[in-house]
């Protein structure tokens, strides 16, 4: 299952208490202070990992919690910090104060580990509390509660590259002929119902990019139509967009503005994007009738025509856009 939203609970480790207690020798009625510092809690800590695609593994538990410190003991036995809980999170995860609304890190990279909630420091036994003016402190400090945060996890894909069509107008088969990705592909309408990535190789270069596949949008998206913009956040954070429209519609280029009115409608920066337009499936078109808009570029993916030159166009612009400059944008 495809999971982008998600609201869960952490609560890191408390420390240990620290330990009151004196050094018992024969003869030696109270010998010198000897209580060990209590252990620090385990820390929540998210890592971001290209090997998972969705929020459902982490959805599927409701809190997570790290294990306490232990406590300090006598002969200055100090206690065992608890272990940290890691939490494997998706690239592109966005982490939220869930009261506040504060954004607490973003993960735009692979390998990025952030402590999300901080253990609670150990209580400090006597033996460390002793001073000149305290030689035989008479207590033992507590453990300090681990911290413990709701969090709202949004997920927004990182791709270079965003898909945006109609319904059926190719979009999952021109990934799967460019990529190693294995996206639905269906000759009805919504067969995409969640985002696919695949990793696009550039010709026989060492380089290559990564490419976004969305659910079709239709006209009144924005309204909710179709399976409406829920999935729009996923192309937000692309370099460019591929707006694909198949050589069988009556008006391409009507088409192809309508789409870009409907991203328009969501965010006027998405709308804003570099744009490569590809005219799809141009082998149902007898080739005297087939009309290739100026600027557009025109693709079979069933026949495997247009599809190498396009990854290079593709390369060619993402290289020449800037990066977006705000990864994490509205919510
Ligand atoms: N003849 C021909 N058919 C194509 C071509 N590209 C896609 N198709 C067919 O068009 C239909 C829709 O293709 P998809 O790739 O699933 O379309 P989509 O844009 O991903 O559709 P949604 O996921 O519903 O938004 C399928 O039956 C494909 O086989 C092409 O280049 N030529
Ligand atoms: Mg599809």
Same mark, same amino acid.
């Given at each position: ?13 408390? *420390? ?16 010198? =202070? ?5 252990? +620090?809690?385990?820390? !929540?800590? %998210? ?20 294990? +306490? ?21 998706? !690239? ?27 253990? /609670?420091? /150990? ?5 460390? &509390? ?58 009805? =309408? ?7 990535? *695949? !990793?696009?190789?550039? /010709?026989?270069?060492?380089?290559? %990019? ?9 006209? *009144? ?9 829920? %999935? ?6 692309? +370099? ?35 744009? &490569? ?12 009738? #087939? ?16 599809? +190498?030159? &396009?990854? %290079?166009? &593709?390369?060619? #612009? ?14």
């Amino acid at each position: 299952m495809f999971i982008d939203e998600t609201t869960i609970t952490v609560k890191a480790g408390d *420390g240990g208490n620290g330990c009151y207690s004196y050094q018992r020798e024969k003869y030696i009625p109270k010998g010198k =202070p000897s209580g060990g510092n209590g252990g +620090r809690g385990g820390n !929540i800590i %998210f890592v971001s990992s290209a090997q998972v695609q969705t929020l459902q593994d982490v959805s599927y538990r409701r809190s997570y919690e790290a294990d +306490r410190g232990t406590h300090g003991s006598s002969s200055n036995m100090y206690g065992h910090k608890g272990d940290d809980v890691s939490i494997r999170v998706p !690239i592109g995860t966005i982490v939220k104060d869930f009261d506040t609304d504060e954004i607490i890190h973003d993960f735009l990279e692979e390998f990025e580990e952030v402590v999300i909630a901080q253990g /609670g420091r /150990g209580g400090r036994g006597n033996q460390a &509390l002793v001073t000149r003016n305290n030689p035989c402190p008479d207590s033992a400090e507590m453990g300090k509660p681990g911290e413990e945060r709701k969090l709202r996890l949004i997920l927004k894909v990182m791709a270079d590259v965003g898909l945006v069509g109609h319904p059926n107008a190719g979009k999952s088969t021109l990934l799967a002929s460019i990529s190693r990705a294995h996206p639905k592909i269906a000759d009805y =309408p919504f067969t995409t119902m969640h985002p696919n990535l *695949g !990793i696009v190789k550039v /010709g026989e270069t060492l380089s290559s %990019f990564v490419m976004a596949d969305i659910p079709g949008i239709i006209e *009144g998206a924005h309204e909710g139509k179709g399976l409406g913009i829920r %999935f729009l956040k996923h192309i937000e954070r692309t +370099r460019v967009l591929a707006i694909m429209v198949g050589a069988d519609e009556e008006n391409p280029e009507a088409v192809a503005k309508e789409l870009v009115e409907e991203l328009r409608l969501y965010s006027e920066e998405l709308a804003e994007k570099p744009k &490569l337009f590809i005219l799809t499936k141009t082998d149902t078109v007898l080739e005297e009738e #087939l009309v290739v808009p100026d600027g557009w570029h025109p693709i079979s993916a069933v026949a495997q025509q247009g599809t +190498r030159d &396009l990854v %290079f166009k &593709l390369k060619w #612009l993402i290289d020449n856009t800037k990066e977006p400059e705000h990864r994490s944008i509205i919510i």
